[in-house]
């Protein structure tokens, strides 16, 4: 199932980089998207006015819209999406990193298809087949002795889960996460994440502490040779390829809470995303995570990888996102991509951890974790990464999607930032180099929509919603990648010059 990339594989993607780049030189054209075969069909529902209507008078407020005059999408094929009016739009958002082989995929179609009119639900006070299908396939992704399913409906529901899990196996309650870190919102986990727009002034969990987070462009330390990335940041730094300073810096701060906030060996556990999705794709500085799971390990406490945006090949190299940081996490939880859009998680332990779950009196329930129809379509997800060999297109795509917008970098005063792994890129826009301050307001929204109106569909996040996000389903092209870059080089040129 994982596909390691060795030297000849590596060196297969840089010849077919070269090959595009020699065959698609750079042009002032107009950006023209790539062609598609496929025809939406009309459009049926409510008219847009309606929409708004109802959207004002009766669905909540907090469903937060983008764009100034929001899109009404009606279709979805691969990498297309279609509005109410038949305009067709690259999306290279994945409905926020979650359509993951493409939208309305033939082979995960027909899943649910096939599926659905045999067994939709069965609460798990029953067997099925497809729950214990599908628990072998994704427990053999994974490293021994990570191979313990539970299978929930959400991310959030899977943290939520994977935290409660590490209190009852360490007996401890102390969590550490990160700052600029998102785990979900339910009203335990909007205490774990940190970034303020998803919190809200309300009571939260006790013993939840925040780590510095070790961001190598905005923060104290870090440089040109800290990330795991084809692109670095243009800060100097003295380390060496196998000596991260910045990496011993920021463990030093994370170290202190260690010293000063918990009591001594009594710590639950570390919540850690190997790439902080939400908070804008932030790269960690090489070595860190493995010495920080090091530590909370000698104090009592079980680490966790948060893959619901980071898992199922998007990086790249790796099938998880934590195989990149050389370690292994004792609870893995992942979601979002997981079934391509179909309400699906899952919280993956060790059988040491997983007794801990046995104390009720009866059992740990859920009602629809594990339920035929949502197992069936994540199988065949798994199934359509391996055909299909979508981790090697993530890294094929995704490294000469992150080495050209890296040429904007150069080009614009207001791209400070631009990293990532595979198919997981952010591009941080600023008002300037020196002070990166964060480009907000009016100058992010009109670079954002004019690219909307290009045809491009990108996602936004950090902490002041000033970074472009670039989760595309992994079913996406060399010229796809192309076309996102010429249209937002032209935005930003038309909004500068």
Not at 185 to 199: A, C, I
Not at 298 to 307: H, L, P, Q, T
Not at 443 to 460: A, K, P, T, V, Y
Request: with cysteine; proline share 5%.
């Amino acid at each position: 199932m994982k596909q390691l990339f060795d030297a000849k594989l590596k060196r297969n993607v840089a010849c077919k980089l070269k090959k595009f780049r020699k065959l698609h030189s750079d042009s002032n054209a107009p950006p023209k998207l790539p062609d598609c075969e496929y025809t939406s069909n009309s459009y049926q529902g409510p008219a847009y006015e309606n929409v708004q209507k109802i959207r004002n008078g009766n669905v909540i407020a907090s469903y937060n819209q983008y764009y100034r005059k929001p899109l009404l999408l009606h279709e979805g094929k691969m990498q297309w999406l279609f509005d109410h009016q038949g305009k067709r739009y690259l999306d290279m958002f994945g409905g926020i990193c979650t359509v993951s082989v493409g939208h309305c995929h033939p082979t995960v179609t027909a899943a649910a298809e096939k599926q659905i009119r045999s067994l939709w639900h069965s609460a798990n006070v029953y067997q099925h087949p497809k729950l214990y299908e599908y628990a072998e396939a994704l427990a053999s992704t994974l490293p021994d002795p990570l191979k313990v399913v539970y299978l929930v409906n959400s991310g959030s529901e899977a943290n939520d889960l994977a935290l409660f899990l590490a209190r009852l196996h360490t007996k401890n309650l102390d969590i550490i996460s990160f700052q600029n870190c998102y785990h979900g919102m339910s009203s335990f986990m909007m205490g774990v994440t940190s970034l303020p727009p998803y919190r809200y002034n309300t009571p939260i969990p006790s013993n939840i502490h925040h780590a510095v987070n070790p961001d190598v462009y905005q923060g104290l330390w870090g440089g040109s040779r800290c990330r795991d990335s084809l692109v670095q940041t243009t800060r100097k730094c003295d380390c060496c390829a196998d000596n991260c300073l910045a990496s011993e810096m920021y463990y030093k701060q994370f170290a202190d809470i260690f010293k000063y906030s918990l009591p001594l060996g009594h710590l639950a556990a570390l919540i850690v995303e190997p790439i902080q999705g939400v908070g804008g794709a932030v790269q960690f500085p090489k070595g860190f995570l493995k010495k920080a799971f090091d530590l909370v390990r000698e104090n009592g406490g079980v680490c966790i990888a948060d893959e619901v945006q980071t898992g199922f090949g998007r990086t790249g190299d790796h099938f998880w996102g934590f195989e990149m940081h050389d370690i292994k996490p004792d609870i893995v939880t992942m979601a979002k991509g997981i079934a391509n859009g179909f309400p699906m998680a899952a919280v993956v332990t060790t059988p040491e951890v997983a007794k801990s779950l046995t104390g009720a009196t009866l059992a740990h329930f859920n009602t629809f974790g594990g339920n035929a129809l949502a197992c069936s379509v994540a199988h065949s997800v798994l199934q359509v990464i391996e055909e299909e060999n979508m981790q090697a297109n993530s890294k094929l795509v995704g490294s000469y999607l992150i080495q050209e917008l890296a040429k904007l970098r150069d080009e614009f005063e207001c791209v400070g930032d631009v990293r990532g792994k595979g198919l997981m890129i952010g591009v941080e826009l600023v008002q300037d180099k020196v002070t990166k301050q964060p480009l907000v307001g009016d100058d992010f929204f009109d670079i954002w929509e004019n690219c909307r109106d290009m045809g491009l569909l990108i996602g936004r996040g950090g902490l002041k919603g000033n970074v472009l996000r670039f989760k595309p389903p992994m079913c996406v092209t060399l010229e796809d990648a192309r076309f996102s870059v010429d249209v937002l080089r032209r935005a930003l040129s038309e909004h500068y010059h």
